[in-house]
């Protein structure tokens, strides 16, 4: 093992490669990725919406911004958890910020529909949400409904990924 080293040494000394090369040839066995930023076709998505904490919805936000644009096709996002309560209007002033960018993607074309079972066993009705929310019978049915007409689902977990680099490389963060 020592003779390796050494070998190692001498050949960086030999050949002028700096310490920081040897270090990416060491970390990089298998090559660097390819890019293939290609164009996509004109595809249709629904989003599965269940999450336990509302300010998850700021997550579906970047998710559903990031597809809409380069799928260039219709977006639902069908919602049919506890993040429902964020939809309120009783609730408007605690989740104002979140419901902009839901009316944001709204107004930008993307379908809000709700489960009816859901709201009904949070104990609302339907009259008790914003008006660019449509209320449906049930979330899984109007999901397999999108489904069957063509719709590509996605289900959308509430973890982003900013910043997760710096999770493991800490000093790598400017």
Known sequence: MQTLKMLAAVSVMAFGLTSAALAEEALSPYGSSKADLHEYPTINAVFDANY????????LYNFVKNTMKPLKGKMVVVTH?????AFAKENYIKYQGTMDKMKELADAGVEFRMCHNALR???YKAEDFHG???VVPAGFPEIAYLQSTGYHYINPLPYGVRDVRYLDQPQLKK
């Open 121 to 123: 066993a949070a104990g």
């Open 132 to 134: 660019f929310v449509t």
């Open 81 to 85: 958890g506890p993040e429902l309560r």
């Open 52 to 59: 336990n904490d509302p300010s998850s919805l700021n997550i």
